[in-house]
């Protein structure tokens, strides 16, 4: 390979997987990082290079954030996005920290999942200039109608390989996550689909039991979408899918941070049973995220945004997705949970980055990953975003 001789160095204290290193430093370039460490052992072959920002005092550098369950923002719905409303999508999340996201849809007709596909796959041929589409969650139909929050119950339908088959084979490696009711008609055929191919099968609005959630789990089941949110509840004598969750290693848990889906008791629990890569910080975010309140939309489903939650219209007693972003959330996980700053940062970079099975080019700052990367002030605040080795415009204050 040929000698890089240009480049940006990143100053601070830097997040590695070996720890947070003081007075560290980030070498740059090509959309790739080639040093991640000391400073007073930076390599001499690029010390020349200049300085990529001045907030070297106490700021924090860390891996930039993947969120793998996300409904739009600023504006826009995946669900009815064209190549601007991506851009718009990505650029405002970008602007929060993300740096790699799936475009998740809602519970739908097929023809309407059909052009989503179409879209993402469209706009994922050319290069993206914010956070990274790495493909699509498919949040239903497959789901039960017990369950259904704010998915509308219209659409739900029972698990479907044939159609599973032929989106893969018009877009092959699109579809990264599937979120399925595990007792449905079709389900457990539809999991061993899915893991055959790569793709997560995640457990989500569904009224399954313990035993039910476990026999999935048998047959491949490996994460839970929105943990404690539209599932079948613990209980000491029916654990339930919660339980289930809390019980079985094998499956991974996407938690939603904001203090309104989850208490943070409850949160904490769940990371400590859930330590060793199996917590992903989500967003679940929908198109009101980065306005002001007001009345939006969830798929076809009209929601009331208050003090900036976001309620189905029709139904004030179920939570239409959220309007966080990945920063909020990661604060959330240390200032008000407890996790240190290298668990939330797991949570929020590496072990979304397994589960899509990117981890050998992103989710942590280690030389030869791609240069997503974020600085932080001593609040936690986010000061600068970097995504493939370029640094995009300042970002918005959360």
Known sequence: MAKITTGRLLFGNVLTPAGIIREGVIAVSEEAIHYAGEAAWLPEAYTQWPAGNEKTSGGLLIPGFVDVHVHGGDGFDFMYADADALTAITRYHASQGTTTMLATTMT??????????????????????????????????????KWSGAQNPEHIVPANVEWLEQWETLYPGLIRQVTIAPEGEGALRAITWLRKHGVTAALGHTNASFEEVIAAADAGLNQAVHMFNAMTPLHHRKPGAAGAILFDARIRAEIIADGIHVHP???????????????????????????????????DLPVLVRDGVARLKENPEALAGSTLTMIRGFRYLVQEVGLTLEEASRAASLTPAQALGLERTIGTLEAGKRGDILLLDNELNLQEVWINGRKIADPQMP
Request: proline share 5%; glycine share 10%; charged share 20%.
């Open 108 to 145: 739908a007709g097929k023809k309407d999942i059909d052009r989503v596909l179409s879209e993402v796959h469209a706009f994922r041929s050319a290069p993206m200039p914010y956070a990274q589409l790495a493909g699509v969650h498919l949040e239903g139909p497959f789901i039960s109608p």
């Open 265 to 299: 008791a409850a949160i904490s629990v769940l990371a400590r049973l859930k330590k060793e890569g199996n917590l992903l910080l989500i967003t679940d975010a929908m198109s009101a995220t980065g306005l002001s309140d007001g009345e939006y939309t969830i798929g």
